[in-house]
């Protein structure tokens, strides 16, 4: 399995990005794929997931409103469009895939990608 996570940059407060996450190597329809990040110094977080069949999504409460998850099932990619970014945003972006949908833990998700870095400033 591989996740290829790219779009990170360096944008100013009140800016967008979009992150993608390529997924190879397995038949994801069962799967979930979850957005997480980690901060320097901080615990990695969950910020969003998508349910690969259903298309259903859950977030973050610190990012409900401003980040929305969508996913492409004809090219196996999954995307992060994060509008009015904050400095808080500021980490590296992970994707991971997970049997549990709806799941914000950490644990609970198996293969993850490389990270893309989001830096945020004000």
């Known amino acids: 399995v591989q996740l290829q996570a790219c779009g990170g940059g360096l944008v100013q407060a009140g800016g967008s990005l979009r992150l993608s996450c390529a997924a190879s190597?397995?038949?994801?329809?069962?799967?979930?794929l979850g957005w997480f990040r980690q901060a320097p110094g901080k615990e990695r977080e969950f910020v969003a997931g998508?349910?690969?069949?259903?298309?259903?999504?859950y977030y973050a409460d610190s990012v409900k409103g401003r980040f929305t998850i969508s996913r492409d099932n004809a090219k196996s990619t999954v995307y992060l469009q994060m509008n009015s970014l904050k400095p808080e945003d500021t980490a590296v972006y992970y994707c991971?895939?997970?049997?549990?949908?709806?799941?914000?833990?950490?644990?609970?998700?198996?293969?993850w990608g490389q990270g893309t870095q989001v830096t945020v400033s004000s």
């Open positions: 991971a895939t997970s049997l549990h949908h709806g799941s914000y833990s950490v644990d609970e998700y198996d293969y």
């Open positions: 190597g397995r038949t994801f329809s069962s799967y979930a």
């Open positions: 998508v349910s690969w069949r259903s298309g259903g999504t």
